[in-house]
């Protein structure tokens, strides 16, 4: 039984890689891109991904008082918006794997006087250090496909979200249409890592960023997953033809 614990494989991108290699992998990612990280994802998504965290934060059913998770938080979008629906009685956890990530979302917070009801946790989203049923809603905004084990990743939120609760999921997906996906596939694969090279100066981790993409699951079979590891009516949004997708899950 030992060894089938052991070489358990991921993907980094298009690359084989062990669990441990690709944890370890993707926090040299966001190390490398910290400093510039906003500034890309203005250039690759031209904005609209500022569109599609305000559309997720409509279904987030967040209200005053809660206690919130933010996933995968990064430099803070979801959790800015999230504070200021919680207000001063709420608490919001942001937790990401990468600490120059996390010390971003810290000095941006605290920029915007935002410094009472929120605390950051540095871990992996695999293994979360809280205990069950704490959270009124979890969130992970465009960071699932960067864990080692999404079906883990999944479970761990289930365990501490408390009875109805929801999560919500916002992940780039499949293109609805095949011609979006052609065009949509030229642009990721032949601009993006360009604009990485040139404004950031790192042309792999972006190429890793689109292939980590490709490698994620499509729609239907996210909102599996999801209904595996427990949660119910669960249900997606296409946004922008589907390069991007909301998924929205209870727990009852």
Request: aromatic letters at 8%.
């Given at each position: 039984?030992?060894?089938?614990?052991e070489?358990?494989?991921?993907?980094?991108?298009?690359?084989?890689?062990s669990?441990?290699?690709?944890?370890?992998?993707?926090?040299?990612?966001?190390r490398?891109?910290?400093?510039?990280?906003?500034?890309?994802?203005?250039?690759m998504?031209?904005?609209?991904?500022?569109?599609?965290?305000?559309?997720?934060?409509?279904?987030s059913?967040v209200?005053?008082g809660?206690?919130?998770?933010?996933?995968?938080?990064?430099?803070?979008?979801l959790?800015?918006?999230?504070v200021?629906?919680?207000g001063e009685?709420?608490r919001?956890?942001?937790f990401?794997?990468?600490q120059p990530?996390?010390?971003?979302?810290?000095?941006?917070?605290?920029?915007?006087?935002?410094?009472?009801?929120?605390?950051y946790?540095l871990?992996?989203?695999?293994n979360?250090?809280?205990?069950?049923?704490?959270?009124?809603?979890?969130?992970?905004?465009?960071?699932?496909?960067?864990?080692?084990?999404?079906?883990?990743?999944?479970?761990?939120?289930?365990r501490?979200?408390?009875?109805?609760?929801?999560?919500?999921?916002?992940?780039?997906s499949?293109?609805?249409?095949?011609?979006l996906?052609?065009?949509?596939?030229?642009?990721?694969?032949?601009v993006?890592?360009?604009?990485?090279?040139?404004?950031?100066?790192?042309?792999?981790?972006?190429?890793?960023?689109?292939?980590?993409i490709?490698?994620h699951?499509?729609?239907e079979?996210?909102?599996?997953?999801?209904?595996?590891?427990?949660?119910?009516?669960?249900?997606?949004?296409?946004?922008?033809?589907?390069?991007?997708a909301?998924h929205?899950?209870?727990?009852?």
């Amino acid at each position: 039984m030992a060894f089938e614990q052991e070489n358990k494989t991921s993907h980094f991108g298009f690359r084989q890689v062990s669990e441990t290699e690709k944890t370890s992998l993707v926090k040299d990612v966001f190390r490398s891109v910290a400093d510039r990280y906003d500034l890309m994802n203005d250039l690759m998504s031209v904005g609209l991904h500022r569109v599609w965290k305000d559309i997720a934060i409509s279904h987030s059913g967040v209200r005053k008082g809660q206690t919130v998770l933010d996933l995968a938080a990064g430099s803070g979008d979801l959790t800015h918006r999230l504070v200021k629906r919680v207000g001063e009685e709420g608490r919001i956890v942001s937790f990401d794997i990468s600490q120059p990530m996390l010390k971003k979302c810290k000095r941006r917070m605290i920029d915007s006087g935002l410094i009472n009801n929120i605390a950051y946790v540095l871990g992996n989203a695999e293994n979360l250090p809280f205990e069950s049923r704490q959270f009124d809603c979890i969130t992970i905004g465009f960071g699932l496909r960067n864990v080692a084990r999404i079906e883990s990743t999944l479970g761990a939120m289930f365990r501490v979200l408390r009875p109805g609760g929801r999560i919500l999921v916002l992940e780039f997906s499949q293109p609805a249409s095949q011609l979006l996906a052609r065009i949509y596939n030229q642009y990721s694969f032949s601009v993006i890592p360009k604009i990485g090279r040139v404004i950031a100066g790192d042309e792999n981790s972006y190429r890793y960023l689109v292939e980590s993409i490709r490698r994620h699951p499509n729609q239907e079979q996210l909102q599996n997953m999801m209904t595996s590891a427990g949660f119910e009516d669960v249900k997606y949004l296409n946004l922008t033809g589907g390069i991007v997708a909301l998924h929205v899950g209870f727990r009852y």
